[in-house]
T-cell receptor, first 114, second 114 residues
Framework: KAGVTQTPRYLIKTRGQQVTLSCSPI?????VSWYQQTPGQGLQFLFE???????NKGNFPGRFSGRQFSNSRSEMNVSTLELGDSALYLC?????????????FGSGTQLSVL | DQQVKQNSPSLSVQEGRISILNCDYT??????FLWYKKYPAEGPTFLIS?????DKNEDGRFTVFLNKSAKHLSLHIVPSQPGDSAVYFC?????????????FGKGTLLTVNP
């Protein structure tokens, strides 16, 4: 099985722009979650989707949003980018009905905001 | 507030010796605890987990210990190998309803010297 695929791998944007990141989960996985990793803060939970519905959300401003499509693929969007949004954005998937906390992560999208 | 804490940003050990990584948590509602390993330029990969009803779980060279009264868990790697050099994240899963999100610590960089 192919793993979790995130595109693009690297992205450079300037302040004020918006960005969309994409995630394709492992085939058959219906839950997708997003995390932000920064050197000082570790991994911070952004949101989680299951069957196209957001079922959990972290403490991020409304500039961060996401969605999930009927094929379980997910996108996250950040509007009005700020310098502090520079981070590695990680997507993770997990199978339906199995949630001991184990997640399968993609390699991430490294976003740099200039 | 930081509900999952890894107080040691880094740890260095000799090949063949034991590596002990520590993690503290504050939320008594967490019901699963996990360790993930992360190499540079890759997403985290699941290593081992433990349910809150157990105090030990073993998988090959990796053992996780949970002390609920102290709200403390540790990961033991015996014997340590150079390939174990990576950032290790402790994570905890909330229990009940929509609170299944994972909360991560900031990570500990383990360096195993040959």
């Amino acid at each position: 099985k192919a793993g979790v695929t995130q595109t693009p791998r690297y992205l450079i944007k300037t302040r004020g722009q918006q960005v969309t990141l994409s995630c394709s989960p492992i085939s058959g996985h219906r839950s997708v979650s997003w995390y932000q990793q920064t050197p000082g803060q570790g991994l911070q939970f952004l949101f989680e989707y299951f069957s196209e519905t957001q079922r959990n959300k972290g403490n991020f401003p409304g500039r961060f949003s996401g969605r999930q499509f009927s094929n379980s693929r997910s996108e996250m969007n950040v509007s009005t980018l700020e310098l502090g949004d520079s981070a590695l954005y990680l997507c993770a998937s997990s199978p339906e009905g199995w949630d001991s906390g184990r997640r399968f992560f993609g390699s991430g999208t490294q976003l740099s905001v200039l | 507030d930081q509900q999952v804490k890894q107080n040691s940003p880094s740890l260095s050990v000799q090949e063949g010796r034991i590596s002990i990584l520590n993690c503290d948590y504050t939320n008594s509602m967490f019901d699963y605890f996990l360790w993930y390993k992360k190499y540079p330029a890759e997403g985290p990969t699941f290593l081992i987990s433990i349910s809150s009803i157990k105090d030990k779980n073993e998988d090959g060279r990796f053992t996780v210990f949970l002390n609920k009264s102290a709200k403390h868990l540790s990961l033991h790697i015996v014997p340590s190998q150079p390939g174990d050099s990576a950032v290790y994240f402790c994570a905890a899963r909330g229990s009940g309803g929509s609170n299944y999100k994972l909360t991560f610590g900031k990570g500990t960089l383990l360096t195993v010297n040959p």
